[in-house]
């Protein structure tokens, strides 16, 4: 099992520019979630989905932000336009929905909004 | 309110010293605690769970319902443990994590 993937691992963009993340979850996982970490707020969750169904999405910051899940094996954050103040880590992570153990992590897409 | 303290941002200890990372916190349901670790530019771990009680690198967690609290702690540190340490607590219903600040604990030669 590859683990949770996501894309790319580094985006540099201008302000102004839409940016796509892309996260594709353990196969067998039927929850998701996208989490942003800054130095400032430590780990924030952004939105979750269940069986490709989005949940709660009350941390997305603003309409700016954006999340879908078309099936279960992907799913996007976007932000457009994008701004500086979004330059942060963005992860994705995954879990058998009420399974015993915690989540599992990708590494990160690491976005610098300059 | 549900919510998990992790009062120290940064921690500091010296080689073989013991090591306890603090957190609280405030959920009216049953609590299912987690510590993940993150090493530098690494993605997050899962390094226990309450649940298991288990030790995991050494570092081991006991739930005090009493204290509200699920410190992590170690007694003999190692420099590999220099890392970011995140305590998390289950949500039930909505089965979503909640995360505290996290502690930077550095250890020193």
């Known amino acids: 099992d590859a683990g949770v993937i996501q894309s790319p691992r580094h985006e540099v963009t201008e302000m102004g520019q839409e940016v796509t993340l892309r996260c594709k979850p353990i196969?067998?996982?039927?929850?998701l979630f996208w989490y942003r970490q800054t130095m400032m707020r430590g780990l924030e969750l952004l939105i979750y989905?269940?069986?490709?169904?989005?949940?709660?999405d009350s941390g997305m910051p603003e309409d700016r932000f954006s999340a879908k899940m078309p099936n279960a094996s992907f799913s996007t954050l976007k932000i457009q336009p994008s701004e500086p103040r979004d330059s942060a880590v963005y992860f994705c992570?995954?879990?058998?929905?009420?399974?015993?153990?915690?989540?599992?992590f990708g590494s990160g897409t690491r976005l610098t909004v300059v | 309110a549900q919510r998990v303290t992790q009062p120290e941002k940064l921690l500091s200890v010296f080689k073989g010293a013991p090591v306890e990372l603090k957190c609280n916190y405030s959920?009216?349901?049953?609590?299912?605690l987690f510590w993940y670790v993150q090493y530098s530019r690494q993605r997050l771990q899962l390094l226990l769970r309450?649940?298991s009680r288990e030790s995991i690198k050494g570092f081991t967690a006991d739930l005090n319902k009493g204290e509200t609290s699920f410190h992590l702690k170690k007694p003999f540190a190692q420099e590999e443990d220099s890392a970011m340490y995140y305590c998390?607590?289950?949500?039930?219903?909505?089965?979503?994590?909640?995360f505290g600040q996290g502690t930077r604990l550095t250890i020193n030669p």
């Open positions: 998390a607590l289950l949500i039930q219903g909505a089965q979503k994590l909640v």
């Open positions: 959920y009216s349901g049953s609590p299912e």
């Open positions: 992570a995954s879990r058998t929905y009420r399974g015993l153990g915690g989540y599992t």
């Open positions: 196969s067998g996982h039927n929850s």
């Open positions: 989905f269940n069986n490709n169904v989005p949940i709660d």
């Open positions: 309450h649940i």
